[in-house]
């Protein structure tokens, strides 16, 4: 009997496949945009900043850019609009604040609920007819502090959590047509960490870095590419079985 050989699929590949990234230039979006580009993807980096955007694209190959703010409904509709087809979308976009309740005005309140739930459901909305199409995935990029309460993160924790029940709700009203999962990174090396330090700790960095280091039990921050790399494999077929979870990836910040 002749023996049979198969050949070895190369995994976590997306060759040909269109994605989208929000807040694409920069931190867990940038590294999230090379992760898809080098497994086949096409991508477009969505994002603010055209100049940093624009480097980006030069350097992944049949990557777009696309200058977006994701808080602007009419920008939204447009833009993702524009798309012809899209296999992926990645939200990634957010903003973070520092403070407790009574340190929280009302506009930075609704400001990151504009950003971190308003612009996510903006930029989803727009994209599912064409993830309907494709039966395409859906990665959100939630936090740790959707889960567990951080101190003087009132707001910031309270749109993460938004974002990691919005998820799973769309996994459920979606099941078996699009797949929705949401990562929960706990503190990442990015330059979203570099502007909090600068803002509110401009005098003690060090020693505030080695404390966010420290507070993960493993003894440092994340990687951008780390969770560039867990988004890689919820959108890749081998996490077709991958609905609906919120995987932490947070140097085990939440089993301490």
Avoid at 50 to 74: F, K
Avoid at 187 to 212: G, M, N, Q, S
Avoid at 215 to 221: E, S, T
Wanted: proline fraction near 3%; hydrophobic fraction near 45%; glycine fraction near 10%.
């Amino acid at each position: 009997m002749a023996l049979q050989f198969s050949v070895m699929k190369t995994p976590f590949r997306l060759d040909g496949r269109k994605a989208l990234v929000t807040g694409g230039a920069s931190g867990i979006g940038e590294a999230t945009c090379r992760a898809l580009a080098e497994a086949g993807a096409l991508v477009t980096i969505a994002d603010i900043d055209r100049d940093r955007a624009r480097a980006l694209a030069s350097e992944l190959g049949g990557a777009q850019v696309l200058v977006l703010d994701i808080t602007d409904e009419e920008a939204v509709h447009a833009g993702v609009g524009a798309i012809e087809a899209l296999d992926i979308l990645v939200n990634n976009a957010g903003i973070g604040l520092v403070g407790g309740i009574e340190e929280t005005s009302r506009a930075d309140f609704e400001k990151l609920l504009r950003v971190n739930v308003e612009g996510m459901f903006l930029v989803t909305r727009a994209a599912m007819p064409k993830l309907l199409e494709s039966r395409g995935t859906i990665v959100n990029i939630g936090s740790v502090a959707g889960l567990i309460g951080v101190k003087r993160r009132f707001a910031y924790c309270a749109t993460k959590g938004a974002v990691v029940a919005l998820s799973r709700q769309l996994a459920v009203d979606y099941a078996g047509r699009v797949r929705v999962n949401c990562i929960c990174p706990g503190t990442v090396e990015t330059p979203f960490v570099e502007a909090y330090l600068e803002k509110f700790h401009k005098h003690e960095k060090d020693k505030v870095r080695a404390e966010l280091h420290a507070r993960q039990p493993v003894g440092r921050m994340g990687r951008p590419d780390e969770i560039a790399s867990m988004a890689l494999y919820l959108c890749s077929d081998e996490a077709a079985f991958v609905t609906g979870a919120t995987p932490t990836i947070d140097g085990g910040w939440t089993a301490a």
